[in-house]
């Protein structure tokens, strides 16, 4: 799948943002997406979209969210398979006539509960209008945990990515946000940190500023 241009994503995302708060589903980007968008750079691209989802009473879960956007918006979504299991693409319209399913990738708390930063009650946000819309990402801050701690997890291409994408929005953290308060972190963070510091040592100013780690820095 090719990566999509800045204004394709935008409108992906826009129309995404729209179809969600037409069903009145909460929701907040993340993954690729969020860090092209929080943090423009021309050599950061995306083939996708992620993003969470709030389950309230009506016990709309990411699968059933599929559904509702197939059901709802069929010009604007179509069905992929993704591992035997089918997933909302956005139909981008191609200058060419052709249509490219972009993969949307949907998670939730409730499904997910071993991922407690899914709990959008406590996540960080920031409401950024893009196409024109109003556009729910995590904040940089969310953001920038969560990208540490997916470059210790991860290998290859997308570990150098995971780490590019730290440098660039760890610029965009404002200091003392809860998300980067290490010390109130399970260990992986911990680890994570130190990791990420042993490879690319000159991120360690930068990161010092914005993130409180005894352990790593010996601040608290």
């Known amino acids: 799948m090719p990566a999509l241009l800045p204004a394709q994503l935008e409108?992906?995302?826009?129309?995404?943002?729209?179809?969600?708060?037409?069903?009145?589903?909460?929701?907040?980007?993340?993954?690729?997406a969020a860090a092209c968008l929080t943090a423009p750079d021309p050599s950061r691209q995306t083939q996708d979209v992620d993003l969470v989802i709030h389950v309230d009473e009506r016990a709309?879960?990411?699968?059933?969210?599929?559904?509702?956007?197939?059901?709802?918006?069929?010009?604007?979504?179509?069905?992929?398979?993704?591992?035997?299991?089918?997933?909302?693409?956005?139909?981008?319209?191609?200058?060419?006539?052709?249509i490219q399913l972009v993969d949307v990738?949907?998670?939730?708390?409730?499904?997910?509960?071993?991922?407690?930063?899914?709990?959008?009650?406590?996540?960080?946000?920031?409401?950024?209008?893009i196409n024109g819309y109003p556009v729910k990402i995590f904040s940089p801050e969310w953001l920038?945990?969560?990208?540490?701690?997916?470059?210790?997890?991860?290998?290859?291409?997308?570990?150098?990515?995971d780490i590019e994408d730290v440098t660039?929005?760890?610029?965009?953290?404002v200091p003392?946000?809860?998300e980067l308060?290490?010390?109130?972190?399970d260990q992986e963070f911990q680890l994570a940190l130190s990791s990420i510091l042993e490879e690319r040592p000159r991120l360690r100013s930068g990161l010092r500023?914005?993130?409180k780690c005894s352990k790593v820095f010996g601040n608290w």
């Open 11 to 32: 409108l992906t995302v826009a129309t995404i943002a729209r179809s969600l708060d037409s069903l009145q589903i909460d929701y907040a980007l993340m993954g690729g």
């Open 60 to 98: 709309i879960t990411a699968d059933l969210l599929t559904q509702r956007l197939l059901n709802s918006f069929p010009s604007d979504f179509g069905p992929v398979s993704q591992f035997g299991h089918i997933i909302p693409g956005y139909k981008l319209h191609l200058p060419e006539g052709d």
């Open 105 to 129: 990738e949907v998670f939730d708390f409730r499904s997910w509960s071993h991922r407690p930063q899914y709990n959008l009650d406590k996540a960080t946000r920031v409401t950024k209008t």
């Open 144 to 161: 920038t945990r969560e990208k540490i701690l997916s470059q210790y997890q991860r290998r290859g291409v997308k570990h150098a990515s």
């Open 168 to 173: 660039r929005l760890m610029r965009y953290c």
């Open 176 to 178: 003392n946000k809860p």
């Open 181 to 185: 308060n290490f010390n109130d972190q």
């Open 209 to 211: 500023r914005v993130i």
